[in-house]
């Protein structure tokens, strides 16, 4: 564990999911970093257009990784606001700590807690509570909506962005078809899983039926096609792609033997994308995610 704040334990059914993010999956991430945070700057921008944070306002950023939101958030209510970053992970945490620090982000305005937003107890001291997909890998997610519910102000609003059905962002289920040529998903492993995954909340009916239980008002899906830049050259695109996603959980989840056919998968992946190749040597494909908004009632 970190040093610093951590509101309450993690809850036994997300224990595996929290391994899984605070070890292989926080490695992946940071490594391959520049391109997974980079690929969603576009969309973090829409949903603050959107949905602007209060001048002033107090911030709750849930599942915040590295904290880029949770200092983008800090910006944006300005010197008289504050933005708390929260996540499972304590080396997400102790990494977003240092570089808000490193920063020069007046210690005033911004602070990070490892929690588990499932067993969390936060009071109701937000405006705003964000999220950037890191809202879809709870196992118990009505609990989990409802305790970042009671971190709002009454009428403070949920603002999100999670990933539409994984069929949706043509990038990822094109990934995994790939890698399904050389692999099955087998029915034992040892790996840990991130729980139900990134594309748990893609069904809207799925989305607004737990918000609406959590007990969310004026719930708003916004579906959002966007460029999703997945490299500057075809080696990053491969890497990010065999880092993190449906493709990469399924060599992780295949252990030694899905090891041995990374480099057949590497190959036929750049074969793959070789057509989505830009004249800049990038590569760019299409991603779907959803624009969420709810409000915890007056
Ligand atoms: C896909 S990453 C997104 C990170 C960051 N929001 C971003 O956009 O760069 C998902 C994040 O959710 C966090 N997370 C997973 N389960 C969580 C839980 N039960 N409570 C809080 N955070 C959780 C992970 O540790 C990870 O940092």
Same mark, same amino acid.
């Given at each position: 564990?970190?040093?610093?704040?951590?509101?309450?334990?993690?809850?036994?059914?997300?224990?595996?999911?929290?391994?899984?993010?605070?070890?292989?999956?926080? @490695?992946?991430?940071?490594?391959?970093?520049?391109? *997974?945070?980079?690929? +969603?700057?576009?969309?973090?921008?829409?949903?603050?257009?959107?949905?602007?944070?209060?001048? =002033?306002?107090?911030?709750?950023?849930?599942?915040? =990784?590295?904290?880029?939101?949770?200092?983008?958030? $800090?910006?944006?209510?300005?010197?008289?606001?504050?933005?708390?970053?929260?996540?499972?992970?304590?080396?997400?945490?102790?990494?977003?700590? +240092?570089?808000?620090?490193?920063?020069?982000?007046?210690?005033?305005?911004?602070?990070?807690?490892?929690?588990?937003?499932?067993?969390?107890?936060?009071? /109701?001291?937000?405006?705003?509570?964000?999220?950037?997909? !890191?809202?879809? *890998?709870?196992?118990?997610?009505?609990?989990?909506?409802?305790?970042?519910?009671?971190?709002?102000? /009454?009428?403070?609003?949920?603002?999100?962005?999670?990933?539409?059905?994984? !069929?949706?962002?043509?990038?990822?289920?094109?990934?995994?078809?790939?890698?399904?040529?050389?692999?099955?998903?087998?029915?034992?492993?040892?790996?840990?899983?991130?729980?139900?995954?990134?594309?748990?909340?893609?069904?809207?009916?799925?989305?607004?039926?737990?918000?609406?239980?959590?007990?969310?008002?004026?719930? @708003?899906?916004?579906?959002?096609?966007?460029?999703?830049?997945?490299?500057?050259?075809?080696?990053?695109?491969?890497?990010?792609?065999?880092?993190?996603?449906?493709?990469?959980?399924?060599?992780? +989840?295949? =252990?030694?033997?899905?090891?041995?056919?990374?480099?057949?998968?590497?190959? $036929?992946?750049?074969?793959?994308?070789?057509?989505?190749?830009?004249?800049?040597?990038?590569?760019?494909?299409?991603?779907?995610?959803?624009?969420?908004?709810?409000?915890?009632?007056?």
């Amino acid at each position: 564990m970190s040093d610093g704040l951590q509101a309450g334990a993690v809850a036994p059914a997300n224990e595996e999911a929290v391994r899984a993010w605070d070890t292989v999956l926080y @490695e992946r991430w940071k490594q391959n970093r520049k391109v *997974f945070v980079g690929a +969603l700057t576009e969309v973090t921008e829409d949903l603050f257009d959107r949905f602007p944070p209060p001048p =002033g306002g107090r911030c709750i950023d849930i599942g915040c =990784g590295f904290g880029e939101t949770t200092q983008r958030l $800090a910006e944006l209510v300005g010197a008289d606001g504050f933005a708390l970053g929260t996540d499972s992970s304590p080396r997400f945490i102790e990494d977003a700590r +240092l570089e808000a620090a490193e920063s020069g982000v007046a210690p005033e305005n911004i602070g990070f807690e490892v929690a588990d937003a499932q067993t969390a107890e936060w009071g /109701p001291e937000y405006d705003y509570a964000f999220s950037r997909m !890191g809202t879809q *890998f709870f196992a118990a997610p009505v609990p989990a909506m409802r305790a970042i519910r009671g971190a709002l102000k /009454p009428g403070g609003g949920l603002r999100k962005i999670c990933w539409r059905r994984k !069929g949706e962002s043509q990038f990822w289920a094109e990934t995994e078809g790939v890698v399904e040529r050389f692999l099955t998903r087998p029915a034992e492993y040892d790996a840990d899983t991130c729980g139900p995954g990134p594309f748990s909340l893609g069904n809207p009916e799925t989305l607004e039926g737990i918000l609406t239980a959590a007990g969310f008002e004026e719930i @708003e899906l916004h579906s959002r096609d966007f460029d999703y830049f997945m490299g500057g050259d075809m080696e990053e695109a491969v890497d990010s792609l065999l880092a993190i996603g449906p493709g990469a959980e399924l060599i992780r +989840l295949n =252990g030694e033997h899905g090891e041995s056919r990374r480099e057949e998968i590497a190959e $036929a992946l750049r074969e793959h994308y070789r057509q989505w190749q830009q004249p800049d040597g990038s590569i760019v494909g299409r991603a779907a995610v959803w624009i969420v908004g709810a409000t915890n009632p007056a």
